[in-house]
């Protein structure tokens, strides 16, 4: 295995060095819009479930939705990524 060195290296099995700043390793041109994107969705599911948890008083998963709030969460995600 690899080790983790104070100079922010890591050297793998083949003992080339690899600078931990490097990643994540970008996969698309726009992979920090994306990162963006995925953190609003992220946030957007735990605000919904987190207020329909309050509502019924116990902890929910978005399979635990009813329809109805499942076209909301939808909805709002929907928009969130435009």
């Given at each position: 295995?690899?080790t983790i060195a104070a100079t922010?290296?890591v050297?793998w099995?083949?003992?080339?060095?690899?600078?931990?700043d490097?990643f994540?390793?970008?996969v698309?041109?726009d992979?920090?819009?994306?990162?963006e994107k995925?953190?609003k969705?992220a946030?957007?599911?735990?605000?919904?479930l987190?207020?329909?948890?309050k509502?019924?008083?116990r902890?929910?998963?978005?399979?635990?939705l009813?329809?109805?709030?499942k076209?909301?969460?939808?909805?709002d995600m929907?928009?969130a990524?435009?």
């Open positions: 295995m690899g922010n290296t050297e099995v083949t003992g080339l060095p690899i600078k931990t490097d994540p390793i970008p698309s041109e992979y920090g819009k994306v990162v995925a953190d969705l946030f957007l599911v735990d605000r919904h987190e207020f329909e948890s509502l019924q008083g902890q929910l998963r978005p399979v635990t009813c329809p109805e709030q076209v909301e969460l939808a909805t929907s928009l990524t435009e």
